[in-house]
């Protein structure tokens, strides 16, 4: 067992920072491979967050945690964990929350002098993602994740942002257009601001019949125009099928067959099977051979903390009650060896010969059912326009409302289907791919329109815009169903616009400082300026002296 103090990891991070003062090496993909200025690049990573609050229940089958810690926010934190990152031998950690109103500049700033990328999932818990059971595409999750990425767009050693994490699964396959609109946005918005970043998702494994389609539809084109413009640029599979010692063939010989024609850079988002104990990692070597380099390019090990699910207990460290020690376990030892036997992965083929192609999408069947029809680019100065002609609206008496929104709309869309009226102007199919004019507006949005119409059905009464206080009647809205509707078409001109988004009005351009290290170009692999010795031991003491700050994860 291996053991460290606070000051122990500091001054191996001071030492770190003195003696790596270069750029990290950008990466790119061309075709379905990454690269660096040295050839193939593979992600060899571990997943580094501490697991937020999880609460079991019917409904929560996955065990996915209600919060989040961010890891990135926590200086103290990056000092002490990061030798030993170094001593896995990782190039790439992955996070799968991060607080957008926090400091991120030390921690980020030490990974990129250790050569450590971040693969950087830009959902939140609870309401900050695309819900597989009433999945949306909205203007507050748009909004979310632009902020996101606005705030790391300054660091070197942004490889992906993932725009989701599991949220298709076997039963839930219509989810896939909201996630491809997600994508399509994310891109767009990234290439506006020169980020050279990658757009990823990473899927849960399970039968091929559905996660093959869902894989190839991410990465299809609906205009059969060979364009990227709605691709994910990298594909991550869950997959944790080698158990024990097990073998290629027993483990990986399918899984690499399903995906021998992929057409852009996969690689497995975690691996680390803890149904056969002790884990011994020796799917390391398969995983980085030509065996699988045809098709996957590294993996990520899951997990660095301790971390609870529906399997069990995973995790190759223990931090002190104080949050200043660190305690390694076998499983951290074994895939040390493991990764540290990966020294001369296949570096072929060599960049721009792989093609670039970006195929047709898989038609429906009784295993899939996506629409090549994405919902629109959410809006936010439409659906501004529209809230304000709503005669009657959404008016909590408390800020605490996030939990009563979705209750309220089901009470609002019930009595107006009892009356004959539909809530379909704020839902979505992504079977029939049929969104409504008001499918990408925030939920409180769409709550006022639902209010609204009851109100407005009702003959505009006070009492029917109460819905038990949380309603308030606009004197400035429009009066009548005509009128109503006149005014909402004048705010929504063309429901199903696609355009490039922008940041949320008030929030500003985040100082620019190298890139980002990802790029779903082939072009050249350029190098910031090198850092002076004195920014180095600035970025040294703030690693080892700013304080915890701590945000709120969640492991899907």
């Known amino acids: 067992m291996v053991k460290s103090t606070t000051f122990y990891s500091a001054l191996l991070l001071a030492v770190s920072c003195l003696t790596n003062v270069e750029a990290i090496d950008k990466v790119t993909r061309s075709g379905r491979y990454l690269y660096t200025s040295s050839g193939r690049f593979y992600i060899k990573g571990i997943a580094y967050q501490e697991q937020g609050a999880v609460v079991p229940g019917a409904d929560n089958s996955f065990l996915e945690p209600s919060t989040f810690i961010d890891p990135l926010s926590d200086s103290d934190g990056c000092s002490r964990d990061l030798p030993f990152l170094q001593k896995l031998g990782v190039n790439t950690v992955r996070v799968y929350s991060v607080n957008s109103s926090l400091n991120h500049d030390s921690c980020m700033s030490a990974l990129s002098g250790a050569g450590i990328y971040t693969i950087i999932d830009l959902a939140l818990p609870l309401n900050g993602s695309i819900d597989r059971d009433s999945p949306s595409w909205s203007t507050n999750l748009l909004d979310q994740y632009l902020e996101t990425i606005n705030v790391f767009s300054k660091y070197d050693n942004v490889l992906a942002y993932n725009v989701g994490n599991e949220a298709i699964i076997s039963n839930t396959t219509d989810v896939a257009p909201y996630l491809k609109a997600a994508a399509r946005d994310v891109k767009a918005y990234l290439n506006s601001i020169s980020s050279s970043a990658l757009v990823g998702y990473a899927a849960i494994d399970g039968d091929s019949t559905f996660r093959v389609p869902v894989a190839n539809f991410l990465s299809c084109d609906p205009s059969n125009s060979n364009s990227s413009s709605t691709s994910i640029d990298l594909y991550g599979l869950n997959n944790y099928e080698w158990c024990g010692d097990s073998s290629f063939e027993a483990a990986y010989a399918g899984v690499e067959g399903d995906y021998a024609g992929y057409n852009v850079a996969a690689y497995f988002s975690e691996f680390g099977c803890i149904t056969s104990p002790p884990r011994l990692w020796t799917e390391v070597a398969s995983l980085f051979s030509s065996q699988m380099s045809d098709v996957w390019s590294g993996g990520v090990a899951f997990s660095y903390f301790p971390a609870t699910s529906a399997q069990g207990q995973f995790g190759m460290v223990n931090i002190s009650s104080d949050g200043t020690t660190v305690t390694t376990g076998d499983d951290f030892t074994r895939l040390q060896a493991q990764y540290g036997n990966v020294t001369s992965p296949p570096n072929t083929p060599t960049q721009g010969s792989s093609p670039v192609t970006y195929p047709s999408c898989p038609g429906q069947n009784s295993s899939f059912a996506a629409s090549t029809t994405l919902p629109p680019t959410p809006n936010e100065a439409a659906c501004d326009c529209i809230e304000s002609t709503f005669g009657c609206a959404f008016e909590p008496p408390t800020s605490n409302y996030s939990a009563i929104v979705g209750a309220l709309i089901d009470t609002a869309c019930g009595l107006l289907g009892q009356a004959g009226a539909t809530c379909d102007d704020i839902g979505g199919n992504g079977t029939t791919g049929v969104y409504g004019r008001l499918s990408g507006c925030d939920p409180t949005i769409k ?91 600035l970025g040294m003491l703030s690693v080892a002296f700013i304080g915890v700050a701590s945000g709120i994860w969640t492991l899907l």
């Open 447 to 537: 709550l006022s329109f639902t209010m609204n119409e009851w109100y407005q059905l009702n003959g505009m009464q006070p009492e029917d815009c109460s819905f038990s206080g949380n309603g308030s009647v606009n004197p400035l809205g429009a009066s009548g169903t005509a009128a109503a509707v006149a005014a909402e078409t004048s705010c929504i001109a063309s429901p199903s616009a696609t355009f490039t988004p922008t940041l949320p009005s008030g929030i500003s351009t985040a100082s620019s400082s190298s890139g980002s290290s990802g790029s779903s170009s082939s072009g050249s692999n350029g190098a910031a300026p090198l850092l002076g010795e004195n920014q180095v031991l």
